[in-house]
Nanobody, 118 residues
Framework: QVQLVESGGGLVQPGGSLRLSCAAS????????MGWYRQAPGKQRELVTT???????NYADSVKGRFSISRDNAKNTVDLQMNSLKPEDTAVYYCNAVHVGFRSLTYWGQGTQVTVSS
């Protein structure tokens, strides 16, 4: 059974930092592109960042220079370090896994709430 379990969300003031973590099980982790998406109230889910097994990364323009993704293939985890947080970063953040060869093999975590507010 595939599971992606996120942790680390919460309430933070503008300008603050949070670190999200996603633990994957039930998949061959190295064969998956890992990513983070987010969905704000009333908006569509959007890509935040992705990372390949070779540590090639991709970021949405809105988070470049503030967010950083990393993965640990030994622990089957992917982390998202979020700095200089803004109120517009408020959303539910979802961990995502996509198989490199079979894009139909796509999995999602349950999501973790991030709220940026004073």
């Amino acid at each position: 059974q595939v599971q992606l379990v996120e942790s680390g969300g919460g309430l933070v003031q503008p300008g603050g930092s949070l670190r999200l973590s996603c633990a994957a099980s039930g998949i061959s982790f190295r064969l998956y592109i890992m990513g983070w998406y987010r969905q704000a109230p009333g908006k569509q889910r959007e890509l935040v960042t992705t990372i390949t097994n070779g540590n090639n990364t991709n970021y949405a323009d809105s988070v470049k220079g503030r967010f950083s993704i990393s993965r640990d293939n030994a622990k089957n985890t992917v982390d998202l370090q979020m700095n200089s947080l803004k109120p517009e970063d408020t959303a539910v953040y979802y961990c995502n896994a996509v198989h490199v060869g079979f894009r139909s093999l796509t999995y999602w975590g349950q999501g973790t709430q991030v709220t940026v507010s004073s």
